[in-house]
């Protein structure tokens, strides 16, 4: 994929890192993810924080922007989406390290945190 062309198909670009001798964190917050719960069939809400430390390539956000936006009408549980998330970001862009967490809003007087982490300790 050329660098100035985008999909909005949902799959995650990238880039060549133009620093892969150094280790350094890049982090990206999506303060308006959604989702539909399995069960009820009605809409979550939450926030995604994508922390990692490239390697070769580096995520381009306007495609990241799209695959979330994928989820809107997906029937999928919280656990599910933190580790869908992270099982694409290391496909697209095998980085040394990174980590996905969700934070969800209440629902029924419960919030939810999920979190999950590659490579896996």
């Known amino acids: 994929m050329a660098e100035n ?7 995650i670009d990238s ?7 150094r280790d350094y964190e890049i982090e990206f917050t999506a303060p308006e993810f959604t ?11 939450g926030t995604l924080t994508v922390t990692y430390i490239p ?6 956000l306007r495609s990241f922007k799209y695959y979330l ?11 599910d ?6 099982e694409d970001l290391v496909a697209a862009v095998q980085p040394r390290w990174a980590v996905i967490t969700g934070d969800f809003n209440t629902r029924g007087g419960i ?6 982490t590659y490579p896996e300790d």
């Not at 880039?15 to 001798?21: A, D, I, K, L, V």
């Not at 989406?81 to 992270?86: A, E, S, Y």
Request: hydrophobic content about 30%; proline content about 6%.
């Open 35 to 45: 989702s539909v719960c399995p069960m009820t069939g009605q809409p979550d809400f």
């Open 5 to 11: 062309s985008y999909r909005t198909d949902g799959t």
């Open 111 to 116: 919030s939810a945190r999920v979190t999950a």
């Open 15 to 21: 880039f060549e890192n133009r620093h892969p001798n």
């Open 69 to 79: 936006q994928t989820f809107r009408d997906r029937g999928i549980f919280y656990e």
């Open 55 to 60: 390697d070769r390539r580096c995520v381009e």
């Open 81 to 86: 989406v933190v580790n869908q998330v992270l």
